[in-house]
């Protein structure tokens, strides 16, 4: 089973920025799509940000689309989330995920397999 771990989180004021990252522990799950999403208390797990393997697709939340930027680094087996222009609706605890489906980029919170634990993100003059 591979480890997710999740950093980077914070309180923040309105407008600011963010970055996460997320580790994964085995080198082997480089190949699988990866997601970022986010939980508010009470709410769904909601898509935020996917990418495929290579780095090279991205697909985005339409909230936020434009603020919001995943990458991933293979050889550091690392994703991120760069987040800029933040406001205090993208309050919630993020996680990343890998999916173990490599046919496209899953979207779906069902389609991901192994969780991060989560970390805090604050949005808050």
């Known amino acids: 089973h591979v480890q997710l771990v999740e950093s980077g989180g914070g309180l923040v004021q309105p407008g600011g920025s963010l970055r996460l990252s997320c580790v994964a522990s085995?080198?082997?799950?480089?190949?699988?799509?990866m997601g970022w999403f986010r939980q508010v208390p009470g709410r769904a797990r909601e898509f935020v940000a996917a990418?495929?393997?290579?780095?090279?697709?991205?697909y985005y939340a339409d909230s936020v689309k434009g603020r919001f930027t995943i990458s991933k680094d293979n050889n550091k087996s690392t994703m991120y989330l760069q987040m800029n222009a933040l406001k205090p609706e993208d309050t919630a605890i993020y996680y990343c995920?890998?999916?173990?489906?490599?046919?496209?980029?899953?979207?779906?919170?069902?389609?991901?397999?192994?969780w991060g634990q989560g970390t805090q993100v604050t949005v808050s003059s």
């Open positions: 990418i495929n393997w290579s780095g090279t697709l991205t």
């Open positions: 995920a890998i999916s173990l489906d490599r046919d496209g980029v899953p979207l779906n919170v069902g389609r991901y397999d192994y």
């Open positions: 085995e080198r082997t799950f480089n190949v699988y799509p």
